[in-house]
């Protein structure tokens, strides 16, 4: 059996974005060489890049995500501190606002830190760290055209790369191990079908979100406990949602979602007026007063895919992906790069096995990864009218799972141990069997028998992230200036 660790051996990475980036610091324990090929150019301080488009959008690093992060990139969370990333020990990090109420949201009071940051200075800092620590080099402008195949057809040995800077023609470079992790846009199902791998099972939904959001400076002497806030939509009524992430240098970054075809303008009154009705007013009367610092950015993803590789009766040798590239979820969820974080945990639990064949017994460990997330972002995509499901069946457990997931809410406003099972789940931490646990179960049905015989319903009315006390304090200051972009110089 050949032992990776010690072995001469090269990899080659397509796509510098947070999922190859975190599988190139997993194969640097493994590999002599790690390339990592991308079509862009990479700024050389932290800003956004043609490639990465969601950047201009909010992104939040899970529980579990940070975790992964903090293990494989020691002092990076420092580092990103000391880059002006936001963080404090005191305050409420999150609150979220669901079609239910606020969930309880416990201050840190000292006892723990939060940490926040935008994603091009997440990934900036990480490039900083690989290049710093690791065997891993960068190969920017380097467009992947095709996979290059063994002689005997049953392995992968390299790729044909056009260069977008026109320094050189097209050539092949040769590795051991080539992992595609080049997002949505992947051609993977192409390729491999070129080399005689047959089609590639897809499931998709059509959740057809789109978003728009900008960078905010956060209000001096904002009155609220929060540092960030989320709410929610409700279903099927009201389309809207929206949230505001602390980041770094004192700023927020705000977003604003709309599901099924519903989606926030990007010109100023438009987005004002879709914040304004939100299901909740708290985000509006926040970023009335918020002095905005960039031009409001739109985003559409109407389709998500789950590729599923791992179902192929044949898989080529040298070759793996992960990421984006084998599926991308309703980006709404913030869960893309704490389960690409994860995905790199399962390649690095599948290189330690020794195997030179892993390839294919990596997919189908991925494929259970995977799994979790999908069916939670699936599974609320499901509940807007005109949102289909192709490529597998719906389920006739649906409508109970969604009448469940109802009380489960319900409960958890007014039940910090409901609370806390759901948090857990919806940061990554704990899959979805948690909420069926008989000590769960148990409150959330007790709970919902006590709700009916009072004859409350689910919606809630009124501000939940902000007091009326605050609200009136924040409606007693002048709106900001609008935006203006800087003027150009010669």
């Not at 470079?173 to 992790?181: F, K, R, S, T």
Request: with cysteine; charged share 20%.
């Amino acid at each position: 059996m050949t032992d990776l660790s010690t072995a001469n051996r090269h990899a080659l990475v397509i796509g510098g974005s947070m999922a190859g980036l975190l599988a190139a610091r997993v194969l640097s324990n493994h590999y002599n060489e790690v390339v990592v090929l991308d079509r862009d150019v990479f700024p050389q301080a932290p800003n956004h890049r043609a490639g990465v488009p969601q950047s201009h959008h909010a992104h939040g690093l899970l529980p579990r995500g940070h975790d992964v992060l903090t293990r494989l990139f020691p002092g990076l969370l420092a580092s990103l501190a000391q880059a002006g990333a936001f963080h404090t020990r005191e305050g409420i990090p999150i609150l979220q606002v669901t079609p239910a109420g606020k969930l309880p949201a416990a201050p840190l009071s000292g006892q723990g830190e939060y940490l926040a940051f935008s994603r091009f200075l997440l990934e900036w800092h990480v490039r900083q760290w690989l290049r710093e620590h690791t065997n891993v080099r960068f190969l920017p402008a380097a467009e992947v055209t095709r996979l290059v195949s063994s002689e005997d057809g049953t392995g992968v040995v390299g790729v044909q790369v056009r260069y977008r800077d026109g320094r050189a023609d097209p050539e092949v470079l040769h590795a051991d191990l080539v992992v595609e992790a080049s997002g949505r846009t992947s051609k993977l199902g192409g390729w491999l079908q070129d080399l005689g791998y047959g089609a590639v099972p897809e499931e998709s939904v059509t959740s057809d979100i789109g978003y728009a959001s900008r960078f905010y400076r956060r209000p001096e002497g904002f009155p609220a406990p929060w540092h960030g806030l989320i709410i929610n939509g409700r279903p099927p009524h009201n389309p809207r949602a929206g949230l505001i992430l602390p980041v770094e240098d004192g700023r927020w970054h705000v977003t604003l979602g709309g599901f099924a075809g519903h989606h926030p303008p990007t010109d100023e009154a438009g987005f004002l007026a879709w914040a304004r009705d939100l299901p909740d007013p708290g985000l509006y009367e926040a970023i009335r007063v918020a002095q905005p610092l960039t031009p409001i950015r739109g985003y559409r993803t109407p389709t998500n895919t789950w590729r599923h590789f791992e179902r192929l009766a044949r898989w080529p040798r040298g070759l793996i992906a992960l990421g984006d590239a084998v599926c991308h979820y309703n980006p709404i969820y913030g869960q893309g790069m704490s389960a690409a974080a994860v995905s790199a945990e399962a390649l690095e639990t599948s290189l330690k096995t020794g195997r030179p064949d892993f390839e294919q017994a990596f997919q189908r460990a991925l494929a259970q990864v995977v799994a979790v997330p999908w069916q939670i972002a699936t599974g609320e995509d499901l509940r807007w009218p005109g949102v289909r499901l192709t490529g597998a069946a719906v389920g006739p457990g649906l409508r109970l799972r969604h009448a469940y997931g109802n009380l489960v809410l319900r409960q958890a406003v007014r039940d910090e141990v409901v609370a806390g099972a759901f948090l857990d789940m919806i940061m990554y931490l704990q899959p979805p069997t948690i909420l069926a646990r008989p000590a769960i179960l148990a409150r959330v049905l007790r709970g919902s028998l006590a709700h009916a015989l009072r004859g409350k319903g689910l919606e809630h009315g009124g501000a939940q992230a902000l007091s009326p006390e605050q609200v009136s304090l924040l409606r007693a200051r002048p709106a900001a200036t609008p935006f203006h972009a800087p003027a150009r110089t010669a």
